[in-house]
């Protein structure tokens, strides 16, 4: 089945730095790749998503990108900021979408 | 329009004891699904649901988990005889028809404490 593998697990940046998240998948046959955020106690929120037909994807400060033959994807977080503090997580699924296969996380920690 | 909606937030129980976790999917939304979520780790999934059936369930344990999502009435995730590994956070998500790569929308979850 799929395995989703996510580095680093744990991502220090000084506020105002770029932060860098990827993702690699096992299923050539994945064709849908979100990631969502989480802050402490709270739900996963979708932040941002990319289908297997387009390689980039960008919304404001957040950019995600794919490399489907190399099988990973990336997050891409410019200019950050205190509230960008949070654990984010990749997942992939394939066909009907419902198996969303969830990488172990990354906690990502904002520096002042 | 509310999102998706959990209950409750906290659950305590003993071991041996009954656990029962409800979601109330977004209106509109006919397709749910549970994920565990372990401290430190990824959401694992569980099963997916539509209204009176059970899609897949191959990420529920085979003993002491079920799920189900009436016709009328939230979707229930019932943990019997509960142990100490349930502890974890459960949280369910819902989309409007289950399409491929469609959004999901997760609810708040439920923290399960197993004493």
């Known amino acids: 089945g799929e395995n989703v593998e996510q580095h680093p697990s744990t991502l220090s940046v000084q506020e105002g730095d770029s932060a860098v998240i990827k993702c690699t998948y096992s299923d050539s046959a994945s064709n849908y790749f979100p990631w969502y955020k989480q802050e402490l106690g709270k739900r996963p929120q979708l932040i941002i998503d990319?289908?297997?037909n387009v390689g980039e994807k960008k919304d404001q400060r957040i950019a995600v990108t794919l490399n489907k033959t190399a099988k990973h994807f990336s997050l891409h977080i410019t200019e950050t900021q205190p509230e960008d503090s949070a654990v984010y997580f990749c997942?992939?699924?394939?066909?009907?979408?419902?198996?969303?296969?969830w990488g172990a996380g990354t906690k990502l920690i904002i520096k002042p | 329009n509310a999102g998706v909606m959990q209950n409750p937030r906290h659950l305590v129980r003993r071991r041996g004891q009954e656990a029962r976790l409800r979601c109330s999917p977004m209106k509109g939304h006919s397709h749910v699904y549970w994920y565990r979520q372990l401290p430190e780790e990824g959401l694992k999934f569980m099963v997916y649901?539509?209204?009176?059936?059970?899609?897949?369930e191959s990420g529920m344990p085979k003993e002491r988990f079920s799920a189900e999502f009436p016709k009328e009435g939230p979707s229930i995730l019932r943990i019997q005889q509960v142990v100490r590994g349930d502890s974890a956070a459960y949280f369910c998500?819902?989309?409007?028809?289950?399409?491929?790569?469609?959004?999901?929308?997760f609810g708040p979850g439920t923290r399960l404490l197993v004493l």
């Open positions: 990319i289908r297997s």
């Open positions: 997942a992939a699924s394939k066909g009907s979408n419902y198996q969303l296969i």
């Open positions: 998500a819902s989309s409007p028809r289950g399409d491929r790569g469609e959004t999901q929308y």
């Open positions: 649901l539509q209204k009176e059936n059970i899609i897949d």
